[in-house]
Nanobody
Framework: QLQLVESGGGLVQAGGSLKLSCAASGFTFGDYPMAWFRQAPGKEREGVSSISHNGENGNYADPVKGRFTISIDSAKGALYLQMKNLNREDTAVYYC???????????????????WGQGTQVTVSS
């Protein structure tokens, strides 16, 4: 049974850092591109970052470029998002997601992802 479980969210002051984790199980982790999405109150869910199945390539949404870093540990079946220099606009529920098929392009488009975690809340205070 496929499971994606996020952790690491919390309350942080503007300018601070957080590292999100997503523990994956129930599938061959190293075969699938993964991604982080987020949804702020009153807004649609948006892509944050995606990574190729082997971890060698990543995409970032413009608002997070230079501040966030996506990575994987295939041995652990884990996806990470290191977030630095956080601002209030980063406040959202963050979700990890898996593509619907293995070895797909690691595009940052929700249409490619069909399996989702339950989300972890990130709140940035000023």
């Amino acid at each position: 049974q496929l499971q994606l479980v996020e952790s690491g969210g919390g309350l942080v002051q503007a300018g601070g850092s957080l590292k999100l984790s997503c523990a994956a199980s129930g599938f061959t982790f190293g075969d699938y591109p993964m991604a982080w999405f987020r949804q702020a109150p009153g807004k649609e869910r948006e892509g944050v970052s995606s990574i190729s199945h082997n971890g060698e390539n990543g995409n970032y949404a413009d608002p997070v470029k230079g501040r966030f870093t996506i990575s994987i540990d295939s041995a652990k079946g884990a996806l990470y998002l290191q977030m630095k220099n956080l601002n209030r606009e980063d406040t959202a529920v963050y979700y990890c997601a898996r593509t619907y098929a293995p070895y797909m392009p690691w595009r940052l488009s929700e249409a490619f992802y069909t399996d989702w975690g339950q989300g972890t809340q990130v709140t940035v205070s000023s």
